[in-house]
Antibody
Framework: QVQLKESGPGLVQPSQTLSLTCTVS????????VHWVRQPPGKGLEWMGG???????DYNSALKSRLSISRDTSKSQVFLKMNSLQTDDTAIYFC?????????WGQGVMVTVSS | DTVLTQSPALAVSPGERVTISCRAS??????MHWYQQKPGQQPKLLIY???NLESGVPARFSGSGSGTDFTLTIDPVEADDTATYYC????????FGAGTKLELK
């Protein structure tokens, strides 16, 4: 069955770089796109960016200068790296598969930006 | 960016019919999707491409619309439907509405 699972540090210091991993199973990264969506506490959903089956990427224009998404198809993993973190980057970070709509989601990982 | 506007909150009684609206700042054709999110959970896809029911989602949920105006309907509403509902467009870089919080009286 299709599954996605996020992993990464729960606490990041301001100005540092966030690195998250999304490990997927039940589908191929070369045939599907995977995206990152985040949700600050008590707030709505924000699309961050995604990587397509052909390996190309798209980013939210508001985050593009700080964000990088890559993958390792042999390990069925998608990576997010975002630099220069600030306190308003505190959020739950989800990875999700995109077919027609985001049909499968990971459980999310809470990331707190604090010193 | 395409801005999606949703009403912030609704309160209905179980058994009633509720419609949740989403207006796009530009036409997105039928590239609109709806999600349900309960506290502490990830979003769940309910409706894709404006009117298609995702597998496993009860037929009480339906979607309609095209262009700039879209609607999610729940009929009849059940207590378990208490949640926040988000619309999301995929006409261009994905954006989400701010969410509509549905409460039951």
């Amino acid at each position: 069955q299709v599954q996605l699972k996020e992993s990464g540090p729960g606490l990041v210091q301001p100005s540092q770089t966030l690195s998250l991993t999304c490990t997927v199973s039940g589908f191929s990264l070369t045939s599907n796109s995977v995206h990152w969506v985040r949700q600050p506490p008590g707030k709505g959903l924000e699309w961050m960016g995604g990587i397509w089956g052909d390996g190309s990427t798209d980013y939210n224009s508001a985050l593009k200068s700080r964000l990088s998404i890559s993958r390792d198809t042999s390990k069925s993993q998608v990576f997010l790296k975002m630099n220069s973190l600030q306190t308003d980057d505190t959020a739950i970070y989800f990875c999700t598969r995109d077919t027609e709509g985001f049909d499968y989601w990971g459980q999310g990982v809470m990331v707190t930006v604090s010193s | 960016d395409t801005v999606l506007t949703q009403s912030p909150a609704l309160a209905v009684s179980p058994g009633e019919r509720v419609t949740i609206s989403c207006r796009a700042s530009e036409s997105v054709s039928t590239l609109m999707h709806w999600y349900q999110q309960k506290p502490g959970q990830q979003p769940k896809l309910l409706i894709y491409l404006a009117s298609n029911l995702e597998s496993g989602v009860p037929a009480r949920f339906s979607g309609s619309g095209s262009g700039t105006d879209f609607t999610l309907t729940i009929d009849p509403v059940e207590a378990d439907d208490t949640a926040t509902y988000y619309c999301q467009q995929s006409w261009n870089d994905p954006t989400f509405g701010a969410g509509t919080k549905l409460e039951l009286k």
